[in-house]
């Protein structure tokens, strides 16, 4: 019996990239021997000037330039440079004709002209020994796919409501549109947490963070001292007898107020990818180390594939079947009927046997479709409702006795990131370095990265919460005025804020 499920949603990978080399072997689900749907070395695009540029590896730890992955950068690497998704979509579970994965090369090519066929690097299995342990030890998803083909902003929406309410890339914000700058995203439905509220079932939001993205959701803040607690706190607390913990959510440290990404471990291309690695062996460990580990189920998965090639199509799938929540949400038309491309996604459980390899078509809905069934909620649209759930996996009628209570180590990338990089004034002295070499005015007039606005919003969000509401318009207006540079700057001030107030996420269980 399951009491207690853990999940993690780490950033911006595709299965290929992290596990297509793999070659993992075992059985399915009926207990039939198959393998893992991975990379053959065969697959490949043509780069821009009609170079052919095969798949291979190993994979860089970090990258210099982040691929693109908005929703016109995946519409181009999933149909090619002039090609667009069909209307109308096919039905749910087809294959849209129009999708070929042929564009990864070409549309990385504007993001690093230096080395485009980086996008076609995949890890080989010792550079990411902790996710292949897991694989192998317990039960992998192949054909688990982001939920649309967009950004990270839509895409964690959906484990949360099943939905993003309309929103089809990372978000924008303006004067028309302040009620989400103050109150965050709303869905038709409301989210898991509220399911979870109905019921009386307490629920738990671990952040390594000061920026998680959850915040963004509308209402998140009343629950921010109950609902919410710094990771750190994560180990004492699950090791308690007494945890009681019916759903617990894990949001990484995107290290967001550096302006790119790096210090985290939220596994960013431009971040070294071992943070990530060394989180997942600390989760699972604390887990299994626990009383409460012969009931608890932890499903990893990552919220989009990041711009790295894929060779598996994504098929079509059913649309929400709520609203648009805000006009501003929709940028694209998109109709919500695509799947995007699939990611690495591990279920972690003594019920699940040992080397099993799913091959059944999941999206993020299938955390929710699982956790409903698991504790008699109600579905939040039709995407969860329709979704296939995990409770198949769980076929054992006695908890494995063979599950390892120690990972190995993460690999040793090699990179250096300074202790000192992580604080707020050195962060943004590194990021204004080339300030002095005459670039100051092309920094103040570069745009917020579409990867940033979500965790600038998120920063005003956690400033709001501490101002007088006579305040208000004038957060608004300076909000709506910041540059790159200006929201980088911005998010460091908070930052320092919310720590020397004391007001940094620092719940106990109730």
């Given amino acids: 019996m399951i009491d207690h499920v853990f999940v993690v949603m780490l950033e911006n990978r595709s299965f290929d990239h992290m596990l297509g080399f793999s070659q993992i072997q075992g ?3 009926s207990g039939k021997l198959t393998k893992v749907e991975g990379l053959t070395g065969k697959e490949s695009n043509i780069s821009l000037s009609g170079d052919l540029v095969n798949v291979s590896s190993p994979a860089d ?5 982040g691929p693109g992955h908005e929703f016109n950068d995946v519409k181009e690497q999933l149909c090619g440079k002039s090609h667009t998704y069909s209307s109308p979509a096919p039905s749910p579970g087809q294959i849209d004709p129009n999708i070929n994965n042929s564009g990864y090369v070409s549309n990385y090519s504007v993001y690093d002209r230096k080395n485009p066929g980086n996008i076609m690097k995949c890890y080989l299995p010792e550079q990411l020994p902790i996710l292949t342990t897991l694989a192998k030890e317990f039960a992998v998803c ?3 796919f982001s939920s649309l083909p967009g950004p990270t902003w839509p895409n964690r929406f959906f484990i949360h409501a099943a939905s993003s309410g309309g ?3 990372s978000p924008s914000f303006s004067r028309e549109f302040k009620s989400i700058l103050y109150d965050g995203f709303k869905f038709d439905n409301g989210t898991i947490y509220d399911q979870l509220n109905s019921e009386d079932l307490d629920w738990m939001i671990y952040c390594d963070d000061e920026f998680p993205q959850v915040l963004s959701i509308a209402g998140m803040r009343s629950h921010f001292t109950k609902h919410f607690t710094q990771f750190n706190l994560f180990k004492q607390d699950v090791s308690n007898p007494l945890f009681s913990k019916s759903y617990v959510f894990i949001e990484p440290d995107y290290h967001a107020f550096t ?3 790096r210090g985290g471990n939220s596994q960013h291309p431009m971040d070294d990818i071992t943070r990530g690695e060394k989180m997942l062996k600390e989760i699972y460990e604390v887990i299994r180390k626990s009383p409460h580990w012969e009931s608890s189920l932890l499903i990893i998965t990552y919220d989009e594939h990041g711009g790295f090639y894929d060779h598996v199509v994504p098929p079509a799938t059913v649309h929400p079947g709520d609203s648009i929540s805000d006009p501003s949400n929709n940028h694209n038309n998109f109709d919500f009927q695509q799947l995007g491309v699939r990611v690495p996604t591990i279920i972690v459980s003594p019920l699940v046997p040992k080397g099993t390899i799913d091959h059944t078509v999941y999206d993020h809905s299938s955390v929710l479709a699982t956790v409903e069934k698991l504790f008699k909620l109600s579905s939040l649209t039709k995407r969860d409702q329709k979704a296939e759930t995990l409770n198949h996996l769980l076929t054992l009628s006695a908890p494995r006795t063979d599950t390892p209570a120690v990972l190995p180590n993460p690999a040793d990338s090699g990179f ?3 202790d000192e990089d992580e604080k707020p004034k050195n962060a943004m002295v590194s990021f204004l370095s080339g300030i002095m070499s005459g670039r100051i005015s092309l920094l103040r007039r570069e745009p917020v990265d579409p990867s940033l606005r979500g965790f600038h919003h998120v ?7 501490d101002s007088p509401s006579t305040g208000k318009e004038q957060h608004f207006e300076r909000f709506l005025r910041h540059k790159k540079v200006d929201a980088v700057r911005y998010m460091q001030q908070v930052r320092q804020k919310v720590t020397a107030k004391g ?3 620092s719940a106990k269980e109730s």
Wanted: hydrophobic share 35%; proline share 3%.
């Fill in 27 to 29: 059985t399915d689900p």
């Fill in 61 to 65: 730890f970090v990258l210099n330039y």
């Fill in 142 to 144: 192949d054909r688990w």
């Fill in 167 to 169: 929103l089809d890339d």
């Fill in 259 to 261: 302006g790119n990404f």
């Fill in 416 to 418: 250096s990131y300074k």
């Fill in 459 to 465: 920063a005003l969000l956690r400033d709001l919460g």
């Fill in 503 to 505: 007001h940094e996420i």
